[in-house]
C-alpha cells in the first residue's frame, strides 16, 4: 500500500513524509478551537464536531496504526488576503486526498484518512435534518482532532509556512502494509 501512496502523491506534485503516528501531538487547545466555531463548521457538517462523535476513540483509530504518510502541497496566492485562491487550493488537496481514498478502497487492507478541512463533497451538508449522503467517502479534518500540524510537520523535515502569498494544506492516511 505504501508504494501505491506514494506513487499517487508523487504524480499528483506532493512533498510528503513517512510519519510514525506515535509522534503525532494531539493538543487540546487546538480540538478547543474547533469546538469554538473558529473555521465555522462546528454543528454545520457530519464530517465536523459534534456529529463526528468520541473523538478520543478516532484518535485510536488512527494511532493503531503503524505507519502514516503525511503529505502537503503548496498553493499561490494573489496576496494575504486571497480568500478565493486559499478556498480553490483546499477543493484541490480535498478532491486528490478523495481520489486517493477512492483508489485505496479497491484493495483489501485496512487505512484511515484524514483531510484539510470540513468535507465538501455536497453544496449544502446536510446536518443535522437527512443523514449524510456519503457517508463511505466524507473525511475527518485533522483540525477536528486538535493534530499539531506545524510541529508535526517541523519533526519530519516539511515546510509547513512556505511565505506570505502562499497558502500550505496537509492531509495524512494511516495505513499497516
Ligand atoms: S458528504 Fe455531504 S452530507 Fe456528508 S458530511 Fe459531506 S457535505 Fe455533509
Same mark, same amino acid.
Given at each position: 500500500?505504501?508504494?501505491?501512496?506514494?506513487? @499517487?502523491?508523487k504524480n499528483?506534485?506532493?512533498?510528503?513524509? *513517512?510519519?510514525e503516528?506515535?509522534n503525532i501531538i494531539y493538543?487540546? $487547545?487546538f480540538?478547543?478551537?474547533c469546538? #469554538?466555531n473558529?473555521?465555522g463548521?462546528?454543528?454545520k457538517?457530519?464530517?465536523c464536531?459534534?456529529? +463526528?462523535g468520541? +473523538?478520543?476513540?478516532?484518535?485510536?483509530r488512527? !494511532?493503531?496504526?503503524?505507519?502514516? +504518510?503525511?503529505?502537503?502541497? *503548496?498553493? %499561490?496566492?494573489?496576496?494575504? /488576503?486571497?480568500?478565493?485562491?486559499?478556498?480553490?487550493?483546499?477543493?484541490?488537496?480535498?478532491?486528490d486526498t =478523495?481520489t486517493?481514498?477512492?483508489?485505496?478502497?479497491?484493495? !483489501?487492507?485496512?487505512?484511515?484518512?484524514?483531510?484539510?478541512?470540513?468535507?465538501?463533497?455536497?453544496?449544502?451538508?446536510?446536518y443535522?435534518?437527512?443523514p449524510?449522503?456519503f457517508? $463511505?467517502? #466524507? =473525511? +475527518?479534518?485533522?483540525e477536528?482532532l486538535?493534530?499539531?500540524v506545524?510541529?508535526l510537520?517541523?519533526?519530519y523535515? =516539511?515546510? /509547513?509556512y !512556505?511565505? %506570505?502569498?502562499?497558502?500550505? /494544506?496537509f492531509?495524512i492516511? @494511516?495505513?499497516?502494509?
Amino acid at each position: 500500500m505504501q508504494k501505491k501512496i506514494e506513487d @499517487f502523491l508523487k504524480n499528483q506534485g506532493y512533498t510528503y513524509a *513517512v510519519i510514525e503516528p506515535e509522534n503525532i501531538i494531539y493538543r487540546e $487547545e487546538f480540538a478547543a478551537k474547533c469546538r #469554538m466555531n473558529y473555521c465555522g463548521r462546528y454543528q454545520k457538517s457530519w464530517s465536523c464536531p459534534p456529529a +463526528i462523535g468520541d +473523538i478520543e476513540a478516532i484518535k485510536k483509530r488512527a !494511532n493503531d496504526f503503524p505507519t502514516a +504518510i503525511l503529505f502537503q502541497k *503548496v498553493f %499561490p496566492l494573489e496576496d494575504i /488576503y486571497d480568500v478565493e485562491g486559499m478556498d480553490a487550493g483546499r477543493k484541490i488537496i480535498m478532491t486528490d486526498t =478523495l481520489t486517493l481514498q477512492d483508489d485505496l478502497k479497491k484493495g !483489501n487492507a485496512p487505512f484511515f484518512m484524514l483531510a484539510a478541512g470540513s468535507c465538501s463533497l455536497c453544496k449544502e451538508c446536510t446536518y443535522p435534518d437527512r443523514p449524510c449522503r456519503f457517508p $463511505e467517502r #466524507m =473525511l +475527518i479534518s485533522m483540525e477536528a482532532l486538535g493534530i499539531d500540524v506545524a510541529e508535526l510537520a517541523r519533526r519530519y523535515q =516539511l515546510k /509547513y509556512y !512556505n511565505g %506570505p502569498a502562499t497558502v500550505t /494544506y496537509f492531509a495524512i492516511v @494511516f495505513f499497516g502494509e
